[in-house]
């Protein structure tokens, strides 16, 4: 056990699919995976562990922004062995191409800091997505007949955003949307040896000003979890 989970050793596969909201780890170990034992709930972080085709999944939830998920995903990495991490979660579209509910698979990060930018110093570190992962969850996406993105995303520390600059000079460089957590998750993945994506979808578009309500955002995104699945068995 730790400060944070209150598995047993044994509890968390090596492979873990993150949501940010620990309903929609709730929602998603009951829709998708078969005996689905509750591991945690620490301060109402949910976790969940069981089977998909035959593999064994653990989807525990983040929390919102950087600092959160960084304490999850350190304490799942180096107490618990996780070794595949999927960031699972919503985002808000930059591009004008991109569609309400399109898939984003999240190649790079960009960000203003992160909480490693401490351990980088002056160096401006590029964390990406495993290429086996991105290949993987790609093809799946297209077998799937997904609506499918491939490219940078940012990573911001707000969600109150009061930089249109910034927003504006991210959508000038084709960065295709902004979310709060896969950064850290890359560089963490770097950082220990693991292998790291996130899987978005698109629940609000700053562009158009359209977004989903909090319900669809919790329990109706099963293309972005099935997609993360076959990626991580792939």
């Known amino acids: 056990m730790t400060a944070h989970i209150r598995a047993r050793k044994g509890q968390?596969?090596?492979?873990?699919?993150?949501?940010?909201?620990?309903l929609r780890a709730k929602w998603a170990a009951e829709t998708f995976l078969r005996n689905a034992e509750l591991v945690n709930d620490?301060?109402?972080?949910?976790?969940?562990?069981?089977?998909?085709?035959?593999n064994v999944v653990?989807?525990?939830?983040?929390?919102?922004?950087?600092?959160?998920l960084s304490i999850?995903?350190?304490e799942l990495i180096t107490q618990y062995g996780?070794?595949?991490?999927?960031r699972i979660g919503s985002t808000g579209a930059m591009q004008s191409h991109v569609k309400m509910?399109?898939?984003i698979l999240a190649q790079t990060a960009s960000s203003i800091s992160t909480p490693s930018s401490g351990?980088?110093?002056?160096?401006?570190?590029?964390?990406?997505?495993?290429?086996g992962?991105?290949?993987?969850?790609?093809d799946a996406a297209q077998a799937k007949g997904s609506a499918v993105h491939v490219g940078g995303i940012y990573s911001s520390d707000v969600f109150y955003d009061e930089r249109p600059d910034l927003n504006e000079m991210m959508t000038r460089h084709g960065i295709l949307a902004v979310e709060m957590e896969a950064a850290e998750l890359y560089n963490l993945a770097a950082r220990h040896g693991c292998r790291a994506l996130a899987v978005l979808t698109v629940s609000d578009h700053l562009l158009t000003g359209e977004e989903l309500p909090a319900s669809d955002r919790q329990t109706s995104f099963g293309d972005m979890v099935e997609i993360a699945l076959e990626a991580a068995f792939a």
């Open 58 to 68: 653990t989807i525990h939830g983040s929390g919102m922004g950087m600092p959160s």
């Open 82 to 86: 996780a070794k595949t991490l999927i």
């Open 101 to 103: 509910r399109d898939v």
């Open 12 to 22: 968390i596969a090596e492979t873990v699919l993150m949501p940010g909201d620990p």
């Open 42 to 54: 620490v301060r109402g972080m949910l976790g969940f562990t069981g089977t998909w085709q035959g």
């Open 133 to 138: 992962l991105l290949r993987a969850a790609y």
């Open 119 to 131: 351990i980088f110093r002056e160096v401006n570190f590029a964390p990406c997505a495993d290429f």
């Open 72 to 74: 999850y995903a350190n």
